[in-house]
């Protein structure tokens, strides 16, 4: 199977694992959805100069446009680490891989459009970044070695 395919599809599987995280995370802890996503869709759509509509329309673009970005970023780490890694790597090295690229993807560009600064995030925040991404590292990993 193609590298690309693999990554397109341990990337489907590891950011199906971060939303269940994330969602068990919110039902768990009674928390909200984050709005770093919407937050980012807005700097960026003003950053370009597009108009996502007005009242509803907007706010209904920006929250499918958000979702769309995470779906983006779990599939790319995923190919990335596929085009990157080469050869198999053990699960320790594959998980942590999988899970840092995908951290960093998301946060990397939030923190540039100055979404977030994970340099004040409480402990909280972090447990509910980083769990969810261990799952998907996890998940991903999994998914990527059971095609070769």
Do not use: F
């Amino acid at each position: 199977m193609h590298t690309l395919v693999k990554g397109l599809i341990a990337g489907a599987a590891g950011t199906t694992a971060l939303n269940t995280a994330s969602y068990l995370d919110m039902l768990v802890r009674a928390r909200g959805a984050s709005s770093t996503p919407r937050q980012a869709v807005e700097k960026l759509s003003d950053l370009t100069h597009t108009d996502l509509g007005d009242g509803d329309r907007a706010a209904n673009r920006t929250e499918a446009l958000g979702s769309l970005m995470g779906y983006a970023t779990g599939i790319g780490a995923a190919v990335a680490y596929g085009v990157l890694s080469g050869r198999r790597r053990s699960w320790p090295v594959g998980v942590l891989a999988l899970t840092v690229l995908a951290m960093s993807g998301s946060n990397v560009p939030l923190t540039l459009l100055g979404a977030t600064d994970p340099r004040t995030w409480p402990a909280s925040a972090w447990v509910s970044d980083v769990v969810p991404h261990l799952a998907y590292g996890v998940a991903a990993y999994a998914a990527y070695e059971l095609m070769r």
